[in-house]
């Protein structure tokens, strides 16, 4: 029988590793924002089809008698182009909602296959060490060397600008970011008690780096996973702004923001540029936001927390 001192006492609640994140995040009121913003997003570029359907508007049809006024100028935000309409007629609500599926496609397949490399060659790196991690060392610093406009230019002069080079050349200058993080924690880690006891057991060296250190790796890979694909987002913009990205008339936000810079069109339909811009601003803001509180949460003690020290009082003689 338990005494009733027992039975008043708090019963301690044993949550997961998972749970305590998610608490943490719950009590950042701008991740949540962020995230909130991200979803809205996400089911803005899934909802395209229906946002064409509502409107009867597709996203590269032209409609030169209501798109644009009789002196060929594009028409502002009215009741049947509600973001307006381009110096072609085509609907700017429909194109940037398909250029979100772009943008969002282009940024996670971008982010996961840098960070499947950067991981990959950075645990290869840290663990082996010697020579290993001298080459490995240096062909990042390489990486990191060549100029990303010039590759570009370079490989769309000789494959023509796509979708998948765009996702091609992210990746190539994206990895390194991540591979130098993981290198160092893999090489701290491989120096570790439980490391030294697994390999003194039998185990494999690939055993040890996909038991032993990858979890162990969890937390700077889900971090730097998702602030890289807010720079993604940014690098596929700046490739189709400037004609090297994805191919026109297929919609993309860098795409659009180019096409209203030409012939200075901006300047008598401001919408052209204010709202494309807006939604490549609010998605990388937000992923940064969010990658921010996830590092937060999944590192509480890698926080700076700043406390208020009392001044000390002054000593008196006498």
């Not at 307006?84 to 496609?105: E, F, K, N, T, W």
């Not at 971008?110 to 060490?129: D, K, P």
Request: proline share 6%; with cysteine.
């Amino acid at each position: 029988m338990m005494s009733e001192a027992q039975l008043d006492a708090p019963k301690v609640v044993q949550r997961s590793s998972a749970n305590l994140t998610f608490r943490r995040l719950m009590r950042d009121p701008a991740s949540l924002l962020a995230a909130v913003f991200i979803l809205a997003l996400v089911a803005f570029a899934i909802g395209a089809p229906w946002f064409a359907g509502w409107t009867g508007h597709d996203a590269i049809e032209q409609y030169r008698d209501t798109g644009l006024s009789p002196v060929g100028l594009p028409v502002g935000p009215n009741h049947e182009f509600l973001l307006g309409a381009d110096q072609l007629g085509r609907d700017v609500l429909v194109r940037i909602a398909y250029g979100a599926r772009i943008s969002l496609a282009v940024g996670v397949a971008a982010a996961l296959a840098a960070s499947f490399i950067g991981v990959t060659i950075g645990m290869t790196a840290g663990y082996f060490g010697g020579w290993i991690d001298t080459v490995l060392g240096r062909l990042m610093d390489l990486v990191m060397s060549v100029p990303f406009l010039l590759c570009a230019l370079a490989l769309v002069s000789v494959f023509g600008p796509s979708l998948w080079l765009s996702i091609c050349v992210i990746v190539f200058f994206s990895w390194t970011t991540i591979g130098r993080v993981i290198r160092a924690e893999t090489a701290s880690l491989a120096r570790r008690d439980f490391v030294q006891a697994s390999r003194s057991l039998g185990a494999g060296n690939l055993s040890i780096m996909l038991r032993d250190i990858l979890p162990n790796l969890s937390v700077p890979i889900i971090i730097y996973t998702t602030m890289m694909i807010p720079n993604s987002i940014v690098f596929e913009a700046t490739l189709s702004f400037l004609g090297l990205g994805i191919v026109p008339p297929t919609p993309s936000w860098g795409g659009m923001l180019a096409e209203a810079g030409a012939n200075s069109i901006y300047l008598v339909a401001w919408w052209l540029v204010l709202f494309p811009g807006l939604a490549l601003l609010g998605s990388t803001l937000a992923f940064n936001i969010l990658g921010d509180g996830l590092r937060d949460a999944l590192d509480p003690k890698g926080r700076r927390v700043k406390r208020r020290r009392k001044p000390a009082k002054p000593v008196t003689e006498g």
